[in-house]
C-alpha cells in the first residue's frame, strides 16, 4: 500500500522567512495530495491540495509543488507568521484507498 | 452548518476495558473515516464507512470495530484496552468518500488508559 514520508519533523524559522515541508509517496497511482494544518489542540484543517494533473498550486502566502517522476511533493510557506506555527500534515491516495498521512512537521514561527 | 462532532471528548479507561466512540457527521456527508493519532505516528487509519457501508480498513487488530448507521452517524468500539491504545482518536467527515475530496475532522475523543 501507500507510504508517505514527511520531512522535517520539526522545522524553526524567523519570522518572515519561508518555510518548505517535503513529502515522499510511494505509490506511482496515487493523484490527490492534500495538505493538513493542526493548531494546538485543534483539529487538521485542509489548507491546499493537488492534483496529479497540476505541477504547483499557490494560495496567497502558501503554495504545493508536486514532482510525479520523482514521487514527491512539497508545501512552501513564504512571509511566515506566528500563526503559521502548527503541525502540517501531508497525504496523499490514489483515488481507490483512503488517504495515508505523513507523520507530521511542527513549524514553529519565531518572532 | 454544524461541524463533526465527537463524544465524548476525554475519557479515562483501565486495560482490559472496552470504549466506544461516537461521530456525527456534517449534515449531508455520507463517508464517516477515523483516524488514530499519537505522537510521532501522525495520522493513522483505521476505517471508513460510506452509507453504512465498510469501505476501507487500516492496519489494526480485530479489537478495533466500527459502524455506521442510517442517518451517517458512526461508532468505533477498542474490546480489551491496552496501554498502547492510548490517543487522539479523530473522526472525519466527507461528501462521497475520503479519497477524492476535502475530509472535515472533528475534535477528536482523547483515550487515556491505565
Known amino acids: 500500500g501507500e507510504n508517505v514520508e514527511q520531512h522535517p519533523s520539526t522545522l524553526s524559522v524567523q519570522e518572515g522567512d519561508s518555510a518548505v515541508i517535503k513529502c515522499t509517496y510511494s505509490?506511482?497511482?496515487?493523484?490527490?495530495f492534500p495538505w493538513y494544518k493542526q493548531e494546538l489542540g485543534k483539529r487538521p484543517q485542509l489548507i491546499i491540495d493537488?492534483?496529479?494533473?497540476?505541477g504547483e498550486k499557490k494560495d496567497q502566502r502558501i503554495a504545493v509543488t508536486l514532482n510525479k517522476t520523482a514521487k514527491h511533493f512539497s508545501l512552501h510557506i513564504t512571509e511566515t507568521q506566528p500563526e503559521d506555527s502548527a503541525v502540517y500534515f501531508c497525504?496523499?491516495?490514489?483515488?481507490?484507498?483512503?488517504?495515508?498521512f505523513g507523520k507530521g512537521t511542527r513549524l514553529s514561527v519565531i518572532a | 452548518k454544524a461541524g463533526v462532532t465527537q463524544t465524548p471528548r476525554y475519557l479515562i479507561k483501565t486495560r482490559g476495558q472496552q470504549v466506544t466512540l461516537s461521530c456525527s457527521p456534517i449534515?449531508?456527508?455520507?463517508?464517516v473515516s477515523w483516524y488514530q493519532q499519537t505522537p510521532g505516528q501522525g495520522l493513522q487509519f483505521l476505517f471508513e464507512?460510506?452509507?453504512?457501508?465498510?469501505?476501507n480498513k487500516g492496519n489494526f487488530p480485530g479489537r478495533f470495530s466500527g459502524r455506521q448507521f442510517s442517518n451517517s452517524r458512526s461508532e468505533m468500539n477498542v474490546s480489551t484496552l491496552e496501554l498502547g491504545d492510548s490517543a487522539l482518536y479523530l473522526c472525519?467527515?466527507?461528501?462521497?468518500?475520503?479519497?477524492?475530496?476535502?475530509?472535515?475532522f472533528g475534535e477528536g475523543s482523547r483515550l487515556t488508559v491505565l
Open positions: 472525519a467527515s466527507s461528501l462521497a468518500s475520503s479519497d477524492t475530496g476535502e475530509l472535515f
Open positions: 505509490d506511482s497511482a496515487s493523484n490527490y
Open positions: 493537488i492534483r496529479s494533473n497540476v
Open positions: 497525504a496523499a491516495t490514489t483515488g481507490n484507498t483512503p488517504l495515508v
Open positions: 449534515s449531508g456527508h455520507r463517508s
Open positions: 464507512y460510506f452509507s453504512e457501508t465498510q469501505r
